[in-house]
Each structure stands twice: as C-alpha cells, then as structure tokens.
C-alpha cells in the first residue's frame, strides 16, 4: 500500500481525526500515539487560535460552531490535495486506483475488470481492500479509496452513486441437487434443505430471514461463515447457499453451480451498488476502471440483475 502524506501541521492533523471520529481515545488509536499526545496539541491548537474548537460531553469530542467549520475546510482541503497527489502520481507514470469491496466480489467478478485496467493503463498501481459493508462508505469518507462496490438495502447518503442494479438473492446449489432443474424456488422449499449462511446482518442473510419470518418459518443453518468462498467450497449435494448471482457467477459459467431465484418480493429488494467519493471528480484511470466494472456488471447479470435509475430506492 501507497504511504500517505500528511498535507497539514500535527495539531491539525490530531484535531481532524478527533473531530471525525467524536473521540480522543479512537483519535489516539488510529494514530498510533498515546491519548495524552492528541489532548496535548488539541489544546495547543485552541490556544494558539483563542478559541475553544470541542465541547468535552460525556458523549464524545462535539465540535464547536468554529470547529465545524474548521474542520469542513480542512475535509474540503485534504480532498483538493489528495486529488492534486493523485495527478502528480499520473505524470509520474504511476497513477493509483483503489477499490474497496465486500468480499463476495473479490473472487472471480473482479479478475475481468481489473485485467483491462491494466491493459489500458500498463503503469497503474491498482490496490483492493476487502472489507464489510459500512467500512467501503467509512473508506470513501476518508478518502482511502476511489471508488467502492458493495451491496445496499437503502439509498446511499454519503457517497456518489455511479451505477446501480437490483441484485435479488438468489438459491445457489450444485448441478445434482434436487430441485437444479428449478426455474423459481420459495423459501418453504429452500429450508427443507441444508442451508449454507453467511453472517447475521448480511443482507442476504437478512432478507432471506424476513422472508421466513414473513411466512413463519424456521431454520438452523448446516453451514455458517463469513467467507463466501470458504462456504462455496463447502457446498455439498443438497446445501443451499441464499446468495447474490454476481458473487458465484465465475462458478455458474464454469458449470460448477446453478442461481435460481426466489419468488418471494423481499428477496428482491436489494441493489449492488458502484460508489465513489461525494463531490470529486474521477481521475481517467479510476473513471475506467469504474466503466469496465458497469461493463462486467451489465455482462454477468444480463439475465440475473436489472439497471435501476441511480438514486432510486430498492423496491
């Protein structure tokens, strides 16, 4: 990974992590320095400009009417910087795209993508960080990544939407299984089977379990894990994977796997979301490597998932 370069004096930098994060102790520990060092220069920086920029509440750090304002000039600048970095890194000859990405697209969905980046831009530094939902918004926030690839239950807020689809979870289970031939599955069928679950509060999981909450029906999962891959390997004769197309979709083409759909509307509203950061403009390398994404999305979910208006609400 690229080492970032710090674009302001200590105090400042200390005084945006904790008005970002609302916390001296959270400040200390994403900045590798002791809780006392992060007090110690937020005070020199209120004291050097005669001021108090934080009221101290039991809830946290809540930055004053200056501090707010300091602090949205300091956001506004680091982004200004970042992306004058960025274009300096393109005249080197080296220009970064990052990506982060839940882990279900990493494996097999992103090979395609990437593979014509690199065609296109010989020179790209290309960096993937594999994290939970709400890390690729945190990351886009903070401006550790250009572009992020996640599914989503609700409108994203603090993040640009380039591109989006509906992406239903779907049934995924081996050629041999018993209802392979299926063209449409209910929930009722697919618990009559062992079923292969991701974590709670995925939204597969989620939506597959008010779907059988909606029709007052019980499960205990045969195989558990946060490894979508781990869990695919896994998957035996009769095991039925709640999952979305894009994330086994290598596996269907190979013939290794078959996604039939669900019947039920909730296992429906769910999108896949391409986002960026709000209010920066994409450099060349990362806008082309969010059109071949767009592309593979389009290419491997033709039948499976369907362009909605960017903005608009699953429904």
Do not use: W
């Not at 039991?58 to 200004?80: D, K, V």
């Not at 999108?271 to 593979?296: E, K």
Request: proline share 7%; aromatic share 6%; hydrophobic share 45%.
């Amino acid at each position: 990974m690229a080492t970032r370069i710090p674009l302001f004096s200590l105090p400042l930098r200390y005084f945006t992590v904790v008005a970002r994060t609302r916390s001296v102790s959270e400040a200390a520990r994403q900045l590798h320095v002791a809780a006392s060092a992060v007090s110690r220069q937020i005070g020199l920086l209120e004291e050097g400009l005669g001021m108090p920029l934080f009221e101290r509440a039991p809830r946290g750090m809540q930055p004053t009417p200056a501090g707010e304002r300091l602090l949205a000039h300091l956001l506004a600048a680091t982004e200004e910087g970042a992306g004058l970095l960025e274009q300096l890194r393109g005249l080197a000859g080296r220009p970064r795209v990052r990506l982060a990405c839940t882990e279900g697209f990493a494996v097999g969905f992103l090979a395609e993508a990437v593979k014509g980046l690199r065609q296109a831009y010989p020179g790209v530094q290309f960096e993937l960080a594999v994290v939970a939902p709400g890390q690729v918004n945190q990351m886009l926030r903070q401006g550790d990544t250009d572009l992020g690839l996640k599914y989503s239950l609700s409108p994203e807020k603090d993040a640009s939407l380039l591109h989006a689809m509906t992406a239903p979870v779907m049934a995924v289970l081996r050629p041999g299984h018993p209802l392979a031939r299926c063209t449409a599955l209910t929930v009722a069928e697919a618990v009559g089977y062992p079923l292969a679950m991701g974590p709670a509060g995925t939204t597969s999981r989620s939506l597959f379990d008010l779907a059988c909450s909606q029709r007052g029906l019980q499960y205990v999962p045969a195989l558990e894990g946060n490894f979508s891959s781990a869990l695919l390997s896994m998957l035996g004769e009769r095991d039925i994977l709640p999952a979305g197309y894009l994330t086994v979709a290598h596996a269907v083409a190979a013939g290794d796997l078959r996604a039939i759909p669900f019947t039920e509307p909730e296992l429906q509203q769910r999108r896949l979301c391409l986002l960026a950061q709000n209010g920066r403009s994409l450099l060349p390398p990362v806008q082309a490597l969010a059109d071949l994404l767009v592309a593979s999305m389009a290419r491997y979910g033709k039948r499976k998932v369907r362009a909605v208006r960017p903005g608009a609400a699953p429904r």
